[in-house]
């Protein structure tokens, strides 16, 4: 089977006055502060690239006042890995800072929960508090590449390339994907919003956004058993990924094929 070397960018962070009960739902110390990261993922074997998820641009950034540190594009300059050059897109959700920078991959065939197109353009967005993380712009882009015939739509699990595979997983976002990308130290899991910090996996505790709370709870099961080992499952947005992998290729980015550099404190 194909091994993958794997590559988290960090592109944005967010701290004050940002606290633990934007992260953890029923948390004894919501008040403290708790910064998040927001990161996209770069696979690669031999002359292949795949990426996972899109960052958001500079515009985006204004809209929401939630300013980034590069842009898409930028982020993956120090790969050699210019934005014509990615042909395929795994979304693992069509939230704001996962999906905007989907136009910025104008060749890229995007690889998506048919659950997650359905969710986002369908009357769950009557509701504001659901609607809140999506911007019709990047779904708008969604639209328009399936016009184009260049999204493939999976529904459940499904094979994107030998040695990478999607699973819905949904919860915080009805149709959102984990993606499993066998590596040299065995399968890994990005889990992207299915856990977006290591302690909403390993404290079993829910993410305040979130559609469904029973798909949620089921999902961190799912992440422990399609990981090898559990220091393999990697969450969407935990600053502690930092600092349990190592930095390569360029700054602010960590390799996550080979495993921690340090044991992972569960
Ligand atoms: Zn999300
Ligand atoms: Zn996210």
């Known amino acids: 089977m194909t091994e993958w070397e794997v590559y988290a960018i960090k592109y944005a962070e967010r701290g004050n006055p940002r ?6 739902i029923f948390d004894d110390n919501h008040d403290q502060p708790h910064t998040i ?11 292949r690239t795949i990426l996972v998820d899109s ?17 898409p594009v930028e982020a993956l300059k120090p790969f050699g890995v210019g934005p014509d050059d990615i042909d395929d897109l795994i979304v693992t959700h069509l939230h704001y800072d996962h999906a905007g920078g989907l136009h910025l991959f104008p060749n890229a065939k995007l690889h998506l929960q048919a659950a997650e197109m359905a969710y986002a353009t ?17 779904v708008c ?17 499904g094979l994107v390339a030998d040695g990478v595979s999607v699973h819905c997983i949904g919860g915080h976002s009805r149709g959102l994907q984990s993606v499993r ?11 992207s919003d299915a856990s977006h910090f290591y302690e909403n996996l390993w404290a079993r505790k829910p993410f305040p956004i979130v559609v469904d709370l029973e798909d949620m709870l ?16 990697i969450p969407g947005h935990d600053p502690l990924v930092r600092e349990y992998f190592p930095e390569a290729v360029g700054t602010d980015i960590y390799r996550l094929d080979k495993g921690p550099q340090k044991e992972i404190v569960r």
């Open 19 to 24: 606290t633990r009960a934007d992260s953890f």
């Open 37 to 47: 990261d927001y990161f996209m993922w770069l696979l690669r074997s031999g002359d």
């Open 55 to 71: 960052g958001y641009d500079n515009e985006e950034a204004a809209a929401r006042a939630r300013p980034i540190r590069v842009d």
């Open 122 to 138: 369908g009357p769950c967005m009557c509701h504001e508090t659901l609607k809140m993380p999506f911007t019709a712009g990047h």
């Open 141 to 157: 882009e969604a639209v328009k590449r399936l016009y184009s015939g260049k999204v493939v739509f999976y529904e459940g699990d």
């Open 181 to 191: 990308v066998m590596t040299s130290s065995g399968w890994l899991v990005l889990a």
């Open 218 to 233: 089921k999902g961190f099961d799912t992440l422990q058993s399609l990981a090898s080992a559990p220091a393999l499952i």
